[in-house]
């Protein structure tokens, strides 16, 4: 069973930066994609980003050249780093595991493993 964890989440001013990050456990990361997703009220949840069992990643365009998600596999923590926030940036950020192809996941959504969600807040 695989068991997801975020932290880091808060508020910042439109411009800051935030790294949110994902205690990961029950799974292998050679078998698995992850990635961040979130959902801002009245809108559906999105794929932000994610990186697949060799280390490619794949990002939403609204978020290209502003975050990047990294994982260390010794902590078995999934990051996303958040930079230039903007208002719209605004929502619940979740981390997901699946064990199918990274676009897939920024895609469709995982089948089965979600963490409990991190608040994120950017103020004008």
């Known amino acids: 069973q695989v068991h997801l964890a975020e932290s880091g989440g808060g508020s910042v001013q439109a411009g800051g930066s935030l790294r949110l990050s994902c205690a990961v456990s029950g799974y292998s990361h050679e078998s698995y994609s992850m990635g961040w997703f979130r959902q801002a009220p009245g809108k559906q949840r999105e794929g932000v980003a994610v990186i697949d069992t060799v280390g490619m990643t794949e990002y939403v365009d609204s978020v290209k050249g502003r975050f990047t998600i990294s994982q260390d596999n010794t902590k078995n923590t999934l990051y996303l780093q958040m930079n230039s926030l903007k208002p719209e940036d605004t929502a619940m950020y979740y981390c997901?595991?699946?064990?199918?192809?990274?676009?897939?996941?920024?895609?469709?959504?995982?089948?089965?493993?979600w963490g409990q969600g991190t608040q994120v807040t950017v103020s004008s």
């Open positions: 997901a595991a699946d064990t199918m192809a990274g676009w897939w996941l920024l895609e469709h959504g995982p089948r089965n493993y």
